[in-house]
């Protein structure tokens, strides 16, 4: 077998964007177009966490239902790249500063920035943390018992 067997054709693909009727056609023409591996859930914090400890995971476990049924792979990406609203309203600290001291909530005043957190924040640092014992306890507990086909 050559290196480049081993290369596999994967795709980002954001659920929570889209209505849950078009998930399955979606992920079945993944399938179709030879799409192995599905990278899910990196901006999902809003969705994930709607407020403070209100944890919602039924449409990912629904999504991942859909991924498994057509047996590709998924990589669930720590969603913590785009903080909810609820955080950064109520810990602003999280917010990127720039030069000048000043900070942005949206889009329009940086553009070319993906990642909304400052990273070097104790608030972002103990949020994360909380976010990552949550999902770990969460699968130790035995919430999703991953299948080799998911």
């Known amino acids: 077998m050559k ?7 994967g795709v980002d693909y954001y659920p929570e964007h889209w209505d849950e009727s078009m998930w399955e056609s979606d992920i079945r023409l993944m399938k179709e177009t030879g799409v192995k591996v599905v990278r899910v859930a990196e901006f999902a ?3 994930l ?9 039924g449409w990912l476990d ?8 057509y047996e590709l ?5 720590t969603p ?9 309203t109520k810990f602003t600290d999280v917010l990127p500063v720039f030069a000048k001291r000043t900070f ?15 990273a070097n924040t104790e608030t972002v640092l103990l949020s994360v943390l909380r976010s990552i014992i949550v999902n770990i ?14």
């Open 49 to 57: 966490e709607i407020a403070e400890g209100n944890y919602q995971f």
């Open 62 to 69: 629904r999504a991942l239902d859909l991924f498994h049924k």
């Open 137 to 150: 306890q969460l699968l130790l507990a035995g919430r999703r018992i991953m299948n080799s086909a998911c």
């Open 3 to 9: 290196q480049y067997d081993l290369v596999q054709m």
């Open 45 to 47: 914090w809003s969705r």
């Open 104 to 118: 942005t909530r949206g889009f329009a005043d940086t553009a070319a920035i993906i990642v909304r957190l400052c």
């Open 73 to 77: 792979q998924v990589v669930i990406g």
């Open 80 to 88: 913590t790249a785009t903080p909810p609203r609820w955080l950064t």
